[in-house]
């Protein structure tokens, strides 16, 4: 994986992203690597963070997250502004369907920005229905990203306050993830905050690419060193397309890296 940036500058030689060498074979780019993306874009932020090291804006490859919250996206526009992937809610639990996960998943197509749909766990719902329910919804499709589990606590749910004991959590991941992964033949993403990680001793939970929140420093200082393959870096930045705080991520490689990560993972 790679060590933490105090050499900002290395980032643009490193051919590859360790994070994800053990889950991705080695490969040649194709026709699918050659498409125009801006380059280290430095979005603005309502709330900008002083980064001491490591900034995000010196990552090649940046994208968004997006649900209902954000309403309705201008994916053309954003992609213009530097978005070269997307993360886009798909469902939550067992019964409940973004109201803009439709839109944007045909949108974001049309704007030829790669996109995943991603699954908000309920911790009061069995795994195996809430997997069933999120491939109910989600298209097995040619050319979108591997699909997401979010896994997150949510203290601010009506219905749900249940927190898991950290091996029940962990099984009921696996029981996720192995019937997604079986359905859409790949390797699912996860997704997690700082606290939900350090709460369910997900350090040796491996295996899967793990996309990282970490709005305040750098994952590496925030998860000792644990691969990831994308960081969410705030919650509060400005993407053109995008109605008020936008959710920013970076890929964690280069460019070529990223033509490498999308041959793999977006065919």
Not at 138 to 167: F, H, I, T, Y
Not at 180 to 192: D, L, R
Not at 226 to 246: E, L, R
């Amino acid at each position: 994986m790679l060590g933490r940036v105090a050499a900002l500058g290395l980032l643009a030689s490193l051919a590859a992203c360790s994070t994800f060498d053990d889950l991705t074979p080695g490969l040649t780019p194709t026709s699918a690597s050659t498409e125009v993306v801006t380059t280290n874009p430095r979005f603005s932020d309502n709330d900008p963070h002083k980064w001491e090291g490591g900034a995000p804006w010196h990552y090649a490859v940046h994208g968004t997250d997006v649900s209902k919250y954000q309403t309705s996206v201008d994916w053309h526009k954003a992609k213009a502004s530097g978005v070269s992937f997307a993360f886009i809610k798909a469902t939550e639990g067992g019964d409940r369907v973004d109201d803009y996960f439709h839109e944007n998943w045909r949108k974001a197509k049309a704007a030829g920005v790669p996109r995943a749909g991603y699954h908000f766990y309920y911790f009061c719902r069995p795994a195996a229905e809430q997997a069933r329910w999120f491939i109910d919804n989600v298209p097995k499709e040619k050319g979108a990203l591997p699909p997401v589990l979010d896994m997150e606590w949510n203290p601010q749910s009506p219905s749900c306050k249940l927190r898991p004991d950290p091996a029940t959590v962990r099984s009921e991941m696996r029981i996720f993830l192995a019937i997604v992964e079986k359905h859409y033949g790949k390797k699912p993403i996860i997704y997690t905050s700082v606290d939900f990680f350090d709460d369910n001793s997900l350090s040796g939970f491996r295996g899967y690419p793990y996309w990282l929140r970490s709005v305040a420093d750098h994952p590496n200082d925030r998860y000792s060193d644990h691969p990831f393959t994308f960081w969410q870096y705030t919650g509060t930045g400005v993407i053109p397309g995008i109605k008020g705080d936008a959710d920013i991520n970076v890929f964690n490689g280069d460019m070529r890296a990223w033509k490498k990560w999308l041959k793999a993972n977006a065919s």
